[in-house]
């Protein structure tokens, strides 16, 4: 059951400082006499991590932010590492469906028109919606392409670029959203464990909070990072560098698609009338629209969000007991308690090779990210100097 205390229903009582200090302090004298220890840190730090990506639209990586479990509010991000480009960020009640995140993939390539060479991502079932989807297109529009899945699956922290970006996040947006939503927690007003007030606080938070990320993206995209001396990839603006590499002595390896093709995916492995696209069962979304169209709400922000979701969850607490209503409540607990992680089987081919050769590449074309970089090479901080205000 989600709780969101963060502790999953138990009270766990810290062991007191004088029984711990000593079992740290042992284990770092240890560590630092251990030869087996010793050796592993020196391989791993003197060892350089990199990244290989031979140009824009060559990769695009796809990752899942779960920080935010103990609101059952969860992220999902697609990057082209090449730029840095945000693809897309989402925030919805799951991120572990693979219709929905095929889905999310397919929108952004019909808003390009385009896709890349290969996608990547870590393991798990929950992104073999991408996976097939991704390599059923590459194989209708070339068939030279059947034998292989057009998907590289990066286990172990080598699925950089996406974890560097959550760490971004992290920071520079995160806090202040956090606090607001820890607030009401802390002041009763929302309990993650009750099917009511999960389902009003998903409509009133998530449609907001997505147009908090949507907005963060826009100046992400468009903000040029800290100069570092370090990096081997393109200085600039990640949409810049997106939308014009040759500016930036790179190239585009971008697959301009078939349309026809991409519907055939969507139907296949993102059906429409999935029940994951709906933000809260129809039914309850019928009620709540006709009691925020009553009420005349105003645009929510910050400072009435939880004044909204009080009001609506106490317009639906005195309804008069209504036998469906609550049917569909526990159908949306069962639902959540089985966290619906629907499987999906990736399709039965030999994964992606990756010593492959680029088609066209030189050698100023093929750069790479080393994840010693990660603390330093895309740390945002605001060097543009543009309108407004960013809270």
């Not at 090449?82 to 952004?108: A, E, M, Q």
């Not at 995916?265 to 039914?283: E, G, I, S």
């Amino acid at each position: 059951m989600p709780n969101p205390r963060g502790t999953n229903g138990y009270k766990v009582t810290p062991a007191p400082d004088t029984v711990i200090w000593p079992l740290v302090e042992q284990f770092v004298a240890e560590g630092y006499t251990n030869p087996e220890i010793i050796t592993k840190l020196k391989d791993y730090y003197d060892t350089e991590h990199y990244f290989w990506t031979a140009g824009v639209n060559e990769l695009w990586c796809f990752d899942q932010h779960n920080k935010w479990r103990r609101f059952q509010l969860f992220f999902h991000v697609g990057i082209e590492p090449f730029s840095g480009y945000v693809l897309w960020l989402k925030v919805w009640w799951t991120n572990h469906n693979p219709c929905l995140i095929c889905r999310w993939y397919c929108d952004i390539v019909e808003r390009l028109g385009e896709m890349p060479l290969i996608t990547q991502s870590d393991p798990g079932t929950k992104n073999n919606g991408i996976a097939n989807g991704h390599t059923l297109l590459q194989h209708m529009q070339d068939p030279a392409l059947d034998k292989t899945l057009q998907h590289s699956f990066k286990g172990s922290h080598r699925n950089i670029k996406p974890e560097t970006f959550w760490g971004q996040l992290r920071r520079q947006w995160s806090p202040g959203f956090e606090s607001l939503i820890d607030w009401g927690v802390k002041e009763g007003l929302y309990n993650a464990d009750d099917p009511l007030q999960r389902l009003v606080f998903h409509y009133v938070f998530i449609p907001w909070i997505q147009q908090e990320l949507d907005c963060f993206v826009d100046r992400f995209n468009r903000t040029k990072p800290q100069y570092n001396s370090h990096k081997l990839l393109p200085h600039g603006c990640p949409i810049d560098i997106f939308n014009q590499p040759e500016k930036f002595e790179s190239r585009d390896f971008v697959v301009k698609i078939h349309p026809p093709y991409l519907t055939e995916v969507r139907n296949k492995y993102a059906p429409p009338d999935y029940h994951v696209f709906n933000l809260v069962p129809p039914a309850f979304a019928l009620q709540a629209r006709a009691i925020s169209d009553a009420a005349n709400y105003p645009p929510i922000c910050c400072n009435n969000v939880w004044d909204i979701y009080v009001h609506l969850l106490e317009q639906f607490q005195n309804q008069p007991n209504n036998t469906e209503f609550q049917a569909m409540l526990a159908k949306s607990a069962i639902s959540d308690n089985a966290e619906d992680l629907d499987f999906m089987p990736v399709i039965p081919l030999p994964p992606h090779w990756q010593g492959r050769p680029v088609v066209g590449g030189t050698p100023h074309n093929v750069a790479c990210y080393s994840s010693d970089e990660a603390e330093t090479d895309f740390e945002y901080e605001w060097t543009d100097d543009l309108d407004g205000t960013w809270d």
